[in-house]
T-cell receptor, first 114, second 112 residues
Framework: NAGVTQTPKFRILKIGQSMTLQCTQDMNHNYMYWYRQDPGMGLKLIYYSVGAGITDKGEVPNGYNVSRSTTEDFPLRLELAAPSQTSVYFC?????????????FGDGTRLSIL | GEDVEQSLFLSVREGDSSVINCTYTDSSSTYLYWYKQEPGAGLQLLTYIFSNMDMKQDQRLTVLLNKKDKHLSLRIADTQTGDSAIYFCAVFSGNYGQNFVFGPGTRLSVLP
């Protein structure tokens, strides 16, 4: 049972480059989330999706884009990488977005923008 | 919006009890969670408590909730070196777009 899988695990980008962080889950969860984790700041929600074809902004969406063409996949796109986007990115999923349904997390993608 | 606060660091001796504290602002929060993050890994759900409960015990873990003061704590009995990790308090906030709000995390260091 793979759960939530993120690729790549590590990446270094130059300023202005673009890349896509991949996230896939095999639990048939409807809800998927992208967070960024900065030291001492906890997790900030970037985007979330309540199902295929539906996405919405979280707390810190600027500089990112997402798509949800299938239930399983929820890629996060950085179009013009900036140093402020250096962070650890976590993808998570849950069956439904109710308070008693905890989220399942991937192992993260560590991204450095130089 | 919702604010969730935690102290950033805690050090304890192996075998002692650890108490990690969390405060939150949204009184409508119904479920409160504790997650554990080990180095290089994602967040792993440890336990959670419903807001109509005062306490929940799960083996070495005890969660205490003071709803009046909006204060949540996680007690780890007989702390082991394997408990060294970052512990996140998370709140499901009905007043914040029906989303989870995480605290900054408490880094627990267990000294031999």
């Amino acid at each position: 049972n793979a759960g939530v899988t993120q690729t790549p695990k590590f990446r270094i980008l130059k300023i202005g480059q673009s890349m896509t962080l991949q996230c896939t889950q095999d639990m048939n969860h409807n809800y998927m989330y992208w967070y960024r984790q900065d030291p001492g700041m906890g997790l900030k929600l970037i985007y979330y999706s309540v199902g295929a074809g539906i996405t919405d902004k979280g707390e810190v969406p600027n500089g990112y884009n997402v798509s949800r063409s299938t239930t399983e996949d929820f890629p996060l796109r950085l179009e013009l990488a900036a140093p402020s986007q250096t962070s650890v990115y976590f993808c998570a999923s849950s069956y439904i977005r109710q308070s008693n349904q905890p989220q399942h997390f991937g192992d993260g993608t560590r991204l450095s923008i130089l | 919006g919702e604010d969730v606060e935690q102290s950033l660091f805690l050090s304890v001796r192996e075998g002692d009890s650890s108490v990690i504290n969390c405060t939150y602002t949204d009184s409508s929060s119904t479920y409160l969670y504790w997650y554990k993050q080990e180095p290089g890994a994602g967040l792993q759900l440890l336990t959670y408590i419903f807001s109509n409960m005062d306490m929940k015990q799960d083996q070495r873990l005890t969660v205490l909730l003071n709803k009046k003061d909006k204060h949540l704590s996680l007690r780890i009995a007989d702390t082991q070196t394997g408990d060294s990790a970052i512990y996140f308090c998370a709140v499901f906030s009905g007043n914040y777009g029906q989303n989870f709000v995480f605290g900054p995390g408490t880094r627990l260091s267990v000294l031999p």
